[in-house]
């Protein structure tokens, strides 16, 4: 079975300075993983997405994130913070074939804080 | 290219009573899937439809479910509702075909108090 964790609930950082969101996943298989993002009071919005090609995948508003076989683990990073940066984001793997491609199974989520 | 749309985003109603939310997809996009976010429990998928036919299909009570009509719009319906049915409901659709890899668009989501 997938699943995967995401090492913080909450991440506090100041405006101009990196940002790291911490994923581990669990797969028997290569997956498809993703990092979405969630605005207050809004729906989610897929910031990248990783399906065997690259290891380092490169998303929109400067994030990117790094497929790392060995340690199961896709971090989202950003080299500086911006203050509308400040929202939730959620680790996603999606089971594929087998299990049904669009039957996400979505981390806990880390509320990342930007501060001035 | 209008993104996914839902109805209502707010609503408000009591025990014992049921709901109908409603998604209507991006143009041309025929597959739906149908996600509940609540603060205890996360995100957790509920069903996808596709062709008209659910195709996929979360642990939830049979109080919860769905249909999908011919031009891809889908609705889905609690009975008896519960106080622990008060989620944000999320709607999500995406392309079908070759090299589909579960990427998703989600719509704002509909969110529903139970009282």
């Known amino acids: 079975a997938q699943s995967v964790t995401q090492l913080d609930s909450h991440v506090s950082v100041s405006e101009g300075t990196p940002v790291l969101l911490r994923c581990n996943y669990s797969?028997?298989?290569?997956?498809?993983l993703f990092w979405y993002v969630q605005h207050p009071n809004k729906g989610l919005q897929l910031l990248l997405k990783y399906t065997s090609a690259a290891t380092l995948v490169k998303g929109i508003n400067g994030f990117e994130a790094e497929f790392k076989k060995s340690e199961t683990s896709f971090h989202l990073t950003k080299p500086s913070a911006h203050m509308s940066d400040a929202a939730e984001y959620f680790c996603?793997?999606?089971?594929?074939?087998?299990?049904?491609?669009?039957?996400?199974?979505f981390g806990a989520g880390t509320r990342l804080a930007v501060h001035p | 290219k209008a993104g996914v749309t839902q109805t209502p985003r707010y609503l408000i109603k009591t025990r014992g009573q049921q709901v109908t939310l409603s998604c209507s997809p991006i143009?041309?996009?025929?597959?739906v899937s149908w996600y509940q976010q609540t603060p205890g429990q996360g995100l957790q998928f509920l069903f996808e439809y596709f062709s008209e036919t659910q195709r996929n299909k979360g642990n939830f009570p049979g109080r919860f479910s769905g249909r999908q009509f011919s031009n891809s719009r889908s609705e889905m319906n609690v009975s008896t509702l519960e106080l622990g049915d008060s989620a944000l409901y999320l709607c999500?659709?995406?392309?079908?075909?070759?090299?589909?890899?579960?990427?998703?668009?989600f719509g704002e989501g509909s969110r529903l108090t139970v009282l």
């Open positions: 797969s028997s298989y290569s997956p498809s």
């Open positions: 143009s041309g996009h025929r597959s």
């Open positions: 996603v793997v999606s089971p594929g074939f087998s299990g049904g491609y669009n039957k996400l199974i």
């Open positions: 999500a659709s995406s392309i079908q075909g070759a090299g589909n890899t579960g990427e998703l668009f």
